[in-house]
């Protein structure tokens, strides 16, 4: 073996990851909300940094803005006074008790359940650890849950989905002895939908079962959300398109919600200074400010090239809610542009785009690509989804279409895809099994 040992000189290429590199891929993921809440940190600790955060309404910013002011000039009438809250679950379960005759330890056995019940509905504490913690007898805890049934709404303080049914049921006085036995003796049976089985023991039609099945899908298995305090979210859009005469608008939605400016006059007085650490103290938070500015532009240019480029593959989309997005993949995209795929990935995570056919998550509007027996044209896996859907919405209910038998309705169409893809598409949509599609009655 020979082994030579010296001093030899070689090239490469490396990439460092600096902190103000990591730091500029991490600004190019944040949205808007984001991005404002990174900002406001930074200049909570850098003085020279001035921050504006402006109104914002995805509708219409400049008219909101004029009729926020308007509304401010006016009187306020007594309503805009009151507190715009939803009414908590407790406080509306507790109000309706106040007038029930009861015991000072019924009432602190009730209270108690009341509070171990979730925000969907359901008591989450077992009777007997009750009445070991509150140290009372557990038919005080039966008697006070029996309270809690009879208010509204049905079906609250149920132990289980099943109890949960049963309740609404007797609160519409729909619950028969008949439906009373399945829901308790045939549960599962009843909700995997083998009524072959409980047609057979009990001497029931298809028809009933079917519509004790329809009346039961009237009904609300999460009572408790009917009040939940939890606050709905909203997708605020981080780009707006839009279409005039002159053509599409790309409106990047941080021009309109931040402003980001530097303190000059308080610099030059920092750098005035005798003091050697506060011009050296000026000068590193001038430079961050710099590198802040340069990375908010660096993450507003690479977004407008990657919309730009999506606004041209699914521009009928964009303008039609009926159309079907075009295939296309973050690496096409990516290339178009000349950045890694890795950079779109980024730069299109948790972010949102107002269409004219609606707000849509960027993320989404990537689908992946399949052949048809032509090969004349290809099919996003989207457009795939709607002509699945189509199908079944079109199907005898009596009769429902198997995945398989989907599969060959799409292979007369041109379409080739797998029923393991099939039952994919189906199962993402939330449409159930052709077994659970299945009426006995139309």
């Not at 600004?27 to 955060?53: R, W």
């Not at 019940?117 to 029996?146: C, F, H, Q, R, V």
Request: charged fraction near 30%; aromatic fraction near 10%; hydrophobic fraction near 35%.
């Amino acid at each position: 073996m020979d082994m030579n040992y010296g001093l030899f000189q070689e090239q490469t290429l490396k990439l460092n990851m600096t902190q103000s590199l990591a730091q500029a891929i991490s600004i190019l993921q944040l949205n808007t909300m984001e991005l404002t809440s990174f900002v406001e940190e930074i200049a909570m600790e850098n003085p020279l940094l001035e921050v504006e955060t402006n109104f914002y309404s995805p509708i219409d910013y400049r008219r909101t803005k004029k009729k926020r002011k308007k509304n401010l000039d006016e009187k306020q009438s007594f309503e805009a006074f009151l507190p715009n809250k939803k009414q908590n679950l407790y406080e509306y379960l507790q109000m309706q008790t106040i007038t029930f005759n009861l015991t000072d330890q019924e009432r602190r056995y009730l209270d108690f359940l009341i509070y171990n019940i979730n925000e969907s509905g359901y008591l989450e504490i077992d009777l007997e650890d009750a009445s070991k913690m509150l140290s009372l007898p557990i038919e005080m805890g039966k008697k006070t849950l029996n309270i809690i049934h009879e208010l509204d709404p049905p079906g609250i303080g149920a132990r289980n989905l099943q109890e949960c049914l049963l309740l609404q049921l007797e609160s519409k006085n729909q619950l028969t002895l008949k439906y009373r036995y399945i829901l308790t003796k045939y549960f599962q049976d009843f909700a995997d939908k083998k009524w072959k089985k409980i047609e057979g023991d009990l001497n029931i039609s298809l028809e009933e079962i079917q519509y004790l099945y329809d009346i039961i899908q009237t009904l609300n298995p999460r009572p408790g959300l009917l009040y939940s305090n939890e606050k709905t979210e909203y997708a605020v859009p981080d780009i707006i398109l839009e279409k005039d005469s002159d053509g599409w608008h790309i409106q990047i939605v941080e021009d309109l919600f931040l402003e980001v400016r530097f303190n000059d006059q308080y610099y030059t007085e920092l750098i005035k200074e005798q003091d050697s650490k506060t011009i050296e103290f000026a000068k590193d938070k001038y430079r961050q400010i710099q590198w802040l500015k340069n990375s908010i532009e660096q993450r507003k240019n690479t977004i407008l090239k990657i919309v730009n480029v999506i606004l041209k593959k699914q521009e009928n989309y964009f303008q039609n809610v009926k159309a079907s997005l075009k295939p296309m993949t973050m690496a096409e995209i990516s290339e178009e542009i000349g950045v890694h795929e890795s950079t779109v990935s980024r730069a299109v995570r948790n972010k949102y785009i107002k269409t004219p056919s609606g707000v849509h998550a960027l993320r989404n509007l990537f689908t992946s690509q399949l052949s048809t027996n032509t090969g004349s044209k290809s099919l996003s896996s989207e457009a795939v989804k709607k002509e699945i859907q189509a199908i079944i919405d079109q199907e005898d209910k009596t009769k429902p279409y198997s995945d398989n038998a989907i599969v060959s309705i799409l292979k007369n169409k041109g379409i080739n895809i797998s029923r393991r893809t099939i039952t994919k598409y189906r199962e993402s949509m939330n449409i159930p099994s052709s077994l659970k599609r299945k009426r006995y009655t139309v």
